[in-house]
């Protein structure tokens, strides 16, 4: 079975995390979608998403299997779309998770409609706004731990931690030295060269992705994954940093997201619950006003690029747009456009040129080429945004 994801009517309410990236590229628990779909079917999917996009996520041009980008799998969702004939389309609640179309190679999701439909009976996760992240992120953790270390042995951890249940799995090159690190709510996944520097305290469920570092002293609570290449300090609780990214002081993140690329300043918080304890509402790029998200505890949404000062206040349930840089005294507006500059004194446009040149930078120092591709995408993030730019 050759894969192709494509994206529906979630890349654009799961903005602005899916500006730079389809749906299936977002991380959460410890794969991105994409990832957890190649480890069921043993090849590399490839996507179908927004054409600006499909330089650095290319379709594949033999795929005959076509599934929902923001669909989790699972062995029994997999099982029904493995399973399903040239010319039949899968279903659930009228929502389209899977589609073989046959000969009609290059059928799109507006044509659908002329397949046999087959129901999906079964449970799933599938992301729909930002919070669903962390909101889901928990339950995504626990299945890619099962996922990534059924059948395999974990390695050593340094007798010097102090270790609460038997529910972790160690990857080769960890270095943990006098932490803790309690797995009785939930499993602890450590990645490849990863570190937790001393003295830090974690609880599951939890993940640490490879090559990513836990700095002295920090406190992690469960329902978090840092992802790979990232460092991170101080007080961090339900929360997912996508990868390439720093928030290596102290400081509060919590119910909440981070994209690719960010860096939070030293002593930098968000708060998740209003003084009210009323419902948390969030931006929303569609309707261009604040959605009620339902939920009580909501953070920080950051997507790629952006960046923040030391001292940087956070409202309850913040958007910061892609590659937005905040900084200065106060609390800033609770959306934050695309390519702000600023903070609650006001803001002014981030032009591209001066973008670019903080960007390359930043690439350099992980040893990545910020090449056209890269640039390309984030020009056309910038001409998109351009109207949420009212400074």
């Given at each position: ?32 979608i994409a990832e957890k779909w190649n480890k069921y079917s043993d090849n590399v999917a ?8 499909s330089a650095k996520y290319p379709e594949s041009s033999n795929a005959d299997t076509y ?325």
């Open positions: 079975m050759i894969i192709n994801l494509f994206d529906d009517s979630a890349w654009i309410t799961l903005r602005p995390l899916t500006f730079t990236r389809p749906v299936a590229d977002l991380r959460i628990g410890i794969l991105t490839g996507y179908r998403t927004a054409p600006y996009l599934i929902n980008s923001a669909v989790c799998p699972d062995a029994s969702l997999y099982d029904a779309v493995s399973s399903m004939n040239a010319g039949e389309v899968l279903m659930k609640d009228g929502l389209v998770i899977a589609y073989k179309p046959g000969n009609s190679q290059y059928l799109t999701l507006a044509d659908v409609s002329q397949l046999k439909p087959v129901q999906f009976t079964s449970s799933f996760t599938r992301i729909v706004f930002p919070e669903d992240i962390f909101k889901f992120n928990d339950a995504e953790l626990r299945k890619d731990f099962e996922l990534l270390t059924k059948g395999r042995s974990s390695a050593a951890l340094s007798g010097t931690n102090t270790v609460l249940g038997d529910h972790i799995f160690i990857e080769e090159g960890v270095e943990a030295e006098c932490s803790t690190f309690n797995t009785l709510n939930g499993p602890i996944y450590l990645g490849e060269n990863a570190q937790v520097w001393e003295g830090c305290h974690i609880r599951g469920s939890f993940a640490l992705c490879g090559n990513s570092q836990i700095k002295m002293g920090s406190k992690i609570y469960g329902q978090t994954t840092i992802g790979p290449f990232s460092r991170v300090g101080g007080e961090i609780n339900n929360a997912v940093i996508w990868g390439y990214s720093s928030k290596g002081h102290e400081g509060y993140l919590g119910n909440a997201v981070m994209g690719q690329w960010c860096n939070i300043g030293a002593d930098s918080n968000n708060s998740n619950l209003k003084n009210n304890y009323a419902e948390v509402k969030l931006w929303d790029y569609p309707t261009e006003t604040f959605r009620k998200t339902g939920l009580q505890f909501c953070g920080l949404i950051m997507a790629d690029h952006a960046k923040c000062g030391i001292n940087t206040m956070f409202n309850t349930g913040t958007v910061v747009g892609v590659s937005a840089n905040v900084f200065g005294a106060g609390y800033p507006r609770n959306f934050i456009p695309d390519f702000a500059w600023g903070g609650a004194h006001g803001f002014e446009a981030y032009s591209l040129e001066k973008m670019f040149e903080t960007t390359e930078k930043v690439y350099e120092r992980r040893n990545i080429d910020f090449n056209q591709v890269e640039k390309d995408i984030l020009t056309e993030v910038f001409e998109l945004t351009r109207r949420y730019r009212h400074f």
